[in-house]
């Protein structure tokens, strides 16, 4: 007897307590009207061109973003910056290459085929700089979190005081969004963190919009040709049915006069 009143008192325990993960992982989302979603979806350029300003200037120098290239940068479908632009922001960051007959590691400008250079040379050095996290690589991130680009706009804009009664170490912050409140990554976005140019106000709305967008686009750079190609499908299919349908009620046609 005294068993079962054991076994229902921890399945009570054990349904609330896991209850009440649920009701924490429900946070909704912050939301923003997102271009590229829908089947019609398409990037567009303004946004992702700032949101590369705001990656390199604001977010780069924690997050590598190893699969891309600056020659990417002036890729269709991408933020599409002239080849002359790609080649100059190539040019405005040290690579390092080599060895040279000396044997020895030199540093020369970057070039269109280079990949982004890394913020840190390994995972320990990253770790060590940021409070023993390590600040994810941003190439795939947009895919790689549930709630994806909604996720990391929430994140961007979700820094608030912690709640009375809840302490937090040295180099951890509140964050509505991120699992479990804490985050040991400081606000990285204030309202006019960077200048744009260009005339659009850099809010810190603004500006997670962008950066997200141009992270959705290094995750899924061939998102616009996808949804060229779905729609033609689409359109393919209903031609089809189309024509199958006609010509069915030919066929038909002939059958039924005969009979
Ligand atoms: C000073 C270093 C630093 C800067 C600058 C920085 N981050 Fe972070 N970021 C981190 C660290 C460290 C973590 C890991 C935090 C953790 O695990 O608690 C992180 C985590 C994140 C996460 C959560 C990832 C996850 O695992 O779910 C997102 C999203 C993010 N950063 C986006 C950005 C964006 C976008 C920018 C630029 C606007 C930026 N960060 C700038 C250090 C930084």
């Known amino acids: 007897m005294k068993n ?9 325990l054990l349904l609330a307590t896991t209850h009440q993960v649920k009701a924490e992982e429900k946070v909704e989302l912050l939301k923003t009207d997102w271009s590229f979603k829908g089947l019609f979806g398409t990037f567009d350029r303004g946004s992702l061109q700032r949101g590369y300003q705001v990656y390199t200037e604001v977010c780069a120098s924690c997050h590598s973003m190893k699969y891309l290239s600056y020659r990417n940068l002036s890729e269709k479908g991408g933020p599409e910056f002239s080849i002359e632009q790609a080649k100059a922001i190539a040019a405005s960051f040290e690579v390092t290459d080599g060895p040279n ?17 890394m913020p840190y040379g390994n995972v320990k050095e990253a770790q060590a ?13 947009a895919k790689a979190r549930s709630g994806g680009v909604d996720y990391i706009y929430s994140v961007l804009l979700g820094y ?11 180099g951890v912050y509140y964050n509505k969004y991120m ?9 990285p ?3 006019g963190s960077v200048e744009y140019s260009g005339g659009t106000e850099a809010t810190k709305e603004q500006m997670a919009k962008d950066v997200t967008t141009f992270l959705m686009w290094t ?11 779905g729609f033609k499908a689409i359109l393919y299919l209903i031609i089809l049915t189309i024509l199958v349908y006609f010509s069915m009620k030919k066929i038909w046609s002939r059958i039924e006069s005969e009979v």
Do not use: C, W
């Open 189 to 191: 976005l204030y309202d």
């Open 129 to 141: 700089a940021n409070g023993g996290a390590y600040p994810p690589d941003m190439s795939v991130l």
């Open 179 to 187: 699992y479990g409140n804490n985050i040991k990554m400081s606000q």
């Open 160 to 170: 608030e005081d912690p709640p009375s009664g809840v302490t937090l170490d040295d």
């Open 4 to 12: 079962i009143f054991k076994i229902s008192y921890l399945t009570i």
């Open 219 to 229: 995750a899924e750079p061939h998102l616009e040709a996808r949804h060229k190609m």
């Open 101 to 117: 007959e000396d044997g020895e590691m030199f540093q020369r400008p970057g070039k269109l085929s280079d990949k982004f250079v």
